[in-house]
């Protein structure tokens, strides 16, 4: 068999499509004929049905004529669709050809009975195109073959709305015929059953372009990219035909990658180099038309325009073939006979089809290897795949008489198209063009849609869905222009609307759609199951997956042979992915919605069963599947696990994956189970809201509901988070007392369950305010009720706020000895702590403890390490997404920075810690007097005193206010050095208040520092 697509000789007999219901992208084709009803009264009823029987079967054989399927009869007409069962890429333009050879054809024999019985006859015809449901429908679903969709009553509506003898369309089916044909806008008109006002076009005739390139050409081609080394084989090849060398390459590819438009770049440089360039093209619905693309050639040849008049054709024929050789008068009657000008004076012998042909073949061969023949050529012949069988065998001639001729010719064709040929070619290549690189890709999109800064983000999408396909590429930006959210012109468009969800173009899904309907049967199910699977599939998942849809080795080697999935990894296992995103959209596409659920239900279970320890980090993948299958209870639980797996080391994912928590649980009805998730995952939302940031208003939202629910199912666990998380947490305006306050009941209401996980957890998270507060003693008590109550393993109350909450214990501890100005035994103990963070997985606690030993160097006078730790810090923290964690670990650089004296360094790294933080958080926290202390610092440390009074005394009036008695020795003692720097006003006073409270609470290091300072103020007075 040399062609796989001969399938589409036999669209019609619906047998061989498998019976399961898909969604398809059609046209819909409405046509009736109408007589006049009161002469048919006195008619003869059977004379009556003759008529109309021809007339139904004048409509029939056009739609089968363009390869569609008739629907039904439909009493008085018929309805057909172009594109089902068997998709095609241009079944719009099919179903419109149809329609001008049924207006023919009607008309032809509505003359004929007005003539003959005074009947007057004519037909409407309505298309529309767009999706359908299409698939037997019945008992069984083993009923008719029918299409079933919005599509089909519109195309209904045309057809009623057209009048007698004239063809209307939608613009859908306009947007996807134009140029093909010629239309004609009636305006919009109010349909009933659409939404919105429906433009119609009146179909007029055959348009001017005949291939996808020609209509590129009218809306102005984009720049031509790429392609060097493929123009250098081209531009090698002509060298050797014009050497006499006679030669043939092939250029083969996917649809839209490129063919056409490279051979056409090539032939614009041959003419320039005076080449001749003679081309010709088989058309999709073409098959059935013997001999198309050769006529096409010829007409070419002799230079034959449409409108030429027969005596004129024929002498441009016998002129020039009589120059070449003027033993070709012999062989004219054939020439005039197959281009359609039969010579009256000279009529062809009677000889049959066959012998025709093979004359035929034989004219062309010679006119190819003509004596007289001077003149190089190029012809340029392109869609073989489409090539009917009587140009395939020409073809196939005419390359094997090539040798020692000065003609190249070039062809393109699909990769699914299998030559007959080539095997007695002298000297045939072939190029196999690939998708244009990214670089290319870019520049190709720059082209089209030009530079503005608002479309940086587009590349890489576009990149992305295309893979490089430059076809692809133009139709979507085209889609999106006609979406709305790209506005402007041609290379100069601007982005004004989001792009959340990028669809498939009409255009490119009809392409796409018809590939993957020319998959053997096995193979479609297959690659449909895949699509569902993922965008990488592993095998035996797949297998799994496709057990009763048709897995086999064969099925997979087809769908790789014919480049809609590759290898991407062999081994352990093989993983196979698709080459092309949008070919796999438009598999999922076409599936129905049972159908997809059925097979994601499927997957989920797949990837259960054959990853047991892998389902930490699958989950969130298993969870979407379950979705997808409409199994929200499961899909609930596995979100949450997946939620628990990101944690706090992808908090982003988790904050997400918890809002999908709820919105799911909140889908099901109530029970105990869905109440808990409902409740939790809330709660788990707040608790990366001090991290990340939330709206005021989502915060309230969440407490409010998750309060409601807590309360009425008696969920102490919940209502004691909740208590800490309202008023216990990290980046509220509010005073220490309150913070503590709301801490302490946290805790209690945590005693009161009884549940030393959620004991450990809440002490652990609600420690922190005692630290702000400077209270190191309670903060060192809670450290150690931590400690003792979690035991040995350090697991406990792992999670819930704080990732290891021992760990947190044991840096909390170590933050007080430092305070306390024993330093070595601080560093042990922070030591301590990071390591069983780093052990427990908990990053945070481990950035946290890291930038409190960077200033614990500093302390020791170790300013240098310290800053380097305070970076690497940084640096590892930078990738988790945390704001808090990144803000305070960039203050710590900042703080380390200071120490060291790179004052100018310090100084951009608290403005980007007070950015960070600032952007997300609506909220100042406690930790903004800090940063405005070594802000401060940083301003008096680069000359800029005046400033960092203003910024001094912001943060002593912040760190008063809400008693963040930790922080407030040292914003006293920053503004003490400011104002020591302007001449020393105030600068005393300062440096008093900040020495009383550090040594009330035991700030024994920062005394130290602060009674240095005043004591240089002292010097530098008594100097
Ligand atoms: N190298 C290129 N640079 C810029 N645009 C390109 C390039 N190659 C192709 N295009 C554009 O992409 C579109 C598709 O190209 P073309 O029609 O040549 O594809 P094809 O491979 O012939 O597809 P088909 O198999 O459907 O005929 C055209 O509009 C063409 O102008
Ligand atoms: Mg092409």
Request: charged residues 30%; aromatic residues 6%.
């Amino acid at each position: 068999m040399w062609r796989r697509g001969v399938r589409f000789e036999c669209v019609d007999s619906a047998q061989r499509i498998e019976t399961d219901a898909e969604r398809k992208q059609v046209t819909v084709l409405f046509a009736d004929v109408k007589g006049s009803m009161d002469l048919a009264e006195g008619r003869d009823p059977e004379q009556w049905r003759r008529i109309m029987q021809r007339f139904f079967s004048i409509l029939a054989e056009a739609v089968h004529r363009f390869e569609g399927t008739v629907d039904k009869f439909t009493g008085d007409g018929i309805m057909a669709v172009f594109g089902a069962p068997i998709a095609h890429e241009d079944h719009a333009r099919r179903a419109c050809y149809a329609a001008l050879q049924m207006l023919d054809d009607v008309a032809e024999y509505a003359a004929e009975l007005r003539r003959g019985e005074g009947l007057s006859f004519s037909t409407r015809i309505g298309l529309d195109s767009g999706e359908v449901v299409a698939g037997a429908i019945g008992e069984g679903g083993d009923g008719e073959y029918t299409a079933i969709g919005h599509t089909v009553g519109l195309a209904q509506r045309m057809e009623a709305l057209a009048e007698p003898g004239k063809a209307y369309l939608t613009e859908a089916t306009a947007e996807l015929a134009h140029g093909f044909l010629q239309l004609e806008d009636l305006g919009e008109f109010e349909i009933k059953g659409a939404s919105r006002p429906v433009r119609v076009f009146e179909l007029a005739g055959v348009g001017a372009a005949r291939s996808r390139l020609d209509l590129s050409r009218e809306r102005g081609f984009s720049r031509f990219v790429g392609r060097d080394d493929e123009m250098a084989t081209l531009e090698a090849a002509l060298e050797r035909a014009l050497a006499g060398e006679g030669t043939a390459v092939g250029v083969v590819a996917e649809p839209g990658v490129g063919k056409s438009r490279l051979c056409y770049e090539f032939s614009e440089r041959a003419q320039g180099r005076g080449v001749e360039v003679f081309e010709a093209q088989a058309q999709a619905h073409g098959r059935e038309i013997p001999f198309m693309p050769v006529l096409q050639m010829l007409r070419a040849y002799f230079g034959i325009a449409d409108d030429d008049p027969e005596r004129i054709v024929r002498e441009k024929i016998a002129g020039r073939a009589l120059l070449l050789d003027p033993e070709f008068a012999e062989e004219l009657p054939f020439l005039f006979d197959f281009l359609g000008v039969p010579d009256p004076d000279r009529p062809l012998p009677q000889l049959s089809a066959e012998a025709r042909h093979r004359a035929l073949r034989a004219v062309v061969c010679r006119l190819i290897r003509a004596p007289n023949r001077r003149e190089p050529i190029v012809t340029v012949i392109e869609d073989l795949h489409w090539m009917d069988e009587g140009s395939e065998t020409l073809l196939g001639e005419l390359l094997a008489s090539l040798e020692g001729t000065q003609t190249l010719a070039l062809v393109n064709f699909r990769p699914e198209y299998e030559r007959s040929w080539g095997a007695d070619v002298a000297d045939y290549r072939e190029i196999e063009l690939g998708p244009l690189g990214s670089g290319d890709t870019r520049e190709l999109l720059r082209d089209l849609a030009g530079e503005d800064p608002s479309l940086d983000g587009l590349a890489g999408l576009v990149h992305e869905r295309t893979a490089g396909n430059p076809f692809f590429v133009e139709e979507i930006v085209r889609d999106l222009v006609e979406a709305g959210h790209l506005e402007g012109e041609r290379g100069a468009y601007r982005l004004v609307r989001p792009i959340e969800e990028a669809g498939v173009p009409a255009s490119v899904q009809t392409v796409l759609a018809a590939r993957i309907d020319r998959l053997e049967p096995a193979s479609k199910r297959l690659l449909q199951a895949a699509s569902v699977a993922g965008k990488e599939v592993g095998e035996r998942t797949l297998a799994l997956v496709a057990a009763d849809q048709g897995h086999d080795e064969e099925a997979v080697r087809e769908l790789i042979a014919a480049g809609f999935l590759f290898e991407l990894e062999l081994y352990p296992e093989r993983v196979l992915a698709f080459r092309h995103p949008l070919t796999r959209e438009v598999a999922y596409g076409t599936q129905l919605a049972e159908q997809r659920a059925a097979t994601h239900a499927a997957t989920a279970r797949a990837l259960i069963e054959l990853n047991p320890d892998r389902q930490g980090e699958l989950a969130a993948l298993i969870a979407s599947h379950l979705e997808s299958a409409g199994e929200e209870l499961e899909a609930a639980r596995w979100t949450a696990r997946a939620a628990y797996w990101a944690g706090h080391s992808r908090p982003r994912d988790a904050m997400r994956l918890w809002a999908t928590v709820t919105r799911l649980a909140d889908g099901i009805e109530e029970d105990e189970e869905t109440a808990a998730l409902a409740v939790s995952s809330r709660l788990l939302q707040l608790d990366y809201a001090w991290r990340l940031g939330m709206k005021r208003e989502e915060v309230a939202r969440l407490e409010a509901e998750a309060g409601e629910i807590a309360t009425r199912i008696g969920d102490l666990r919940s209502l004691a988070m909740l208590r800490l998380l309202r008023s216990g947490r990290p980046g509220l305006e509010q005073s220490t007392d309150e913070w503590i306050a709301g801490v302490e009941d946290a805790n209690r209401i945590a005693d009161e369950s009884g549940d030393d996980y959620l004991r450990v957890a809440i002490r652990a998270a609600g420690s922190y305010a005692y630290l702000c507060a400077a209270d190191f003693v309670d903060f060192e008590r809670t450290a150690d009720e931590v400690i003792e109550l979690a035991g040995e393993d350090g697991e406990t109350g792992a999670g819930i706020v704080i990732g290891s909450p021992v760990a947190w214990a044991f840096t909390a501890k170590g933050i007080v000895l430092r305070e306390g100005g024993r330093l070595e035994e601080a560093a042990e103990l922070l030591e301590r702590g990071l390591r069983m963070a780093e052990e427990h997985g908990d990053p945070e606690t481990a950035s946290w403890t890291r930038g409190t030993l960077a200033l614990l160097l500093g302390a020791r006078g170790e300013a240098e390490a310290g800053v380097a730790l305070a970076r690497r810090n940084y640096e590892l923290i930078e990738r988790l997404g945390d704001v808090f964690s990144r803000s305070l670990a960039l203050g710590n650089v900042g703080a380390a920075q200071v120490v060291a004296g790179e004052y100018a360094e310090a100084l951009d790294s608290i403005e980007a810690s007070e950015r960070i933080y600032g952007e997300a958080m609506e909220t100042g926290d406690e930790l903004e007097a800090w940063r405005g202390s070594i802000h401060a610092e940083a301003l008096t440390g680069t000359g800029r005193a005046e400033e960092a009074i203003a910024v001094a005394s912001r943060a002593v009036a912040v760190a008063r206010g809400r008693k963040l008695l930790w922080s407030l020795p040292l914003c006293l003692q920053a503004l003490g050095r400011a104002r020591a720097v302007t001449g020393g006003d105030g600068a005393r006073e300062a440096f008093d208040e900040a020495a009383t409270i550090a040594a009330d609470t035991g700030a024994l290091v920062a005394l130290g520092a602060i009674e240095a300072d005043r004591d240089a103020l002292t010097a530098g007075a008594a100097g």
